[in-house]
Nanobody, 130 residues
Framework: QVKLVESGGGSVRSGGSLRLSCKAS???????????MGWFRQAPGSEREGVASFDSSGYATYAVSVEGRFTISQGNTKNTLLLQMDNLQPEDTAMYIC?????????????????????WGQGTQVTVST
C-alpha cells in the first residue's frame, strides 16, 4: 500500500558527505493529502534513534548529535525527502531509515521525538571510517 524507498547510502571517510533520498509512494491514497516524513537511524546493537523530521509547518527538528552537520529537505516532489549529511563521523555509521505518514488533516503529529510514523522503509546503509 505504502512504499518507502531509500537510496544514497555508502561508505565514506571521516569528514566526508553523503546525500540520502527517500521516495514515498501510495498507490491507493487519494490526492490532496500531506506527506509527513522523517529520518531515523539504527546501528547494530543499538536502539533506533531519530535524526531529522519536518512538522506540518515545514519546521525541521534535528537530533542534537547531527545538528549543524545534517540538513533535511524536500525533494522536487512532495513525496521525496532528502538528508544531506556533511562532516560525517564514525559514530554516524548506521542503517538510515525513512519513515512517513500520509494525512488529510494537514497536521504531522509524528516526529523524531515520538517515532509515531505509520510507514517505514527498509533503510540504506551508511558506513563512516576513520
Amino acid at each position: 500500500q505504502v512504499k518507502l524507498v531509500e537510496s544514497g547510502g555508502g561508505s565514506v571517510r571521516s569528514g566526508g558527505s553523503l546525500r540520502l533520498s527517500c521516495k514515498a509512494s501510495a498507490a491507493t491514497f487519494g490526492a490532496g493529502g500531506l506527506w509527513c516524513m522523517g529520518w531515523f537511524r539504527q546501528a547494530p546493537g543499538s536502539e533506533r534513534e531519530g535524526v531529522a523530521s519536518f512538522d506540518s509547518s515545514g519546521y525541521a527538528t534535528y537530533a542534537v548529535s547531527v545538528e549543524g552537520r545534517f540538513t533535511i529537505s524536500q525533494g522536487n516532489t512532495k513525496n521525496t525527502l532528502l538528508l544531506q549529511m556533511d562532516n560525517l563521523q564514525p559514530e554516524d555509521t548506521a542503517m538510515y531509515i525513512c519513515a512517513a505518514d500520509y494525512r488529510f488533516d494537514g497536521f504531522c503529529p509524528a516526529s523524531i521525538r515520538n517515532m509515531a510514523y505509520q510507514y517505514w522503509g527498509q533503510g540504506t546503509q551508511v558506513t563512516v571510517s576513520t
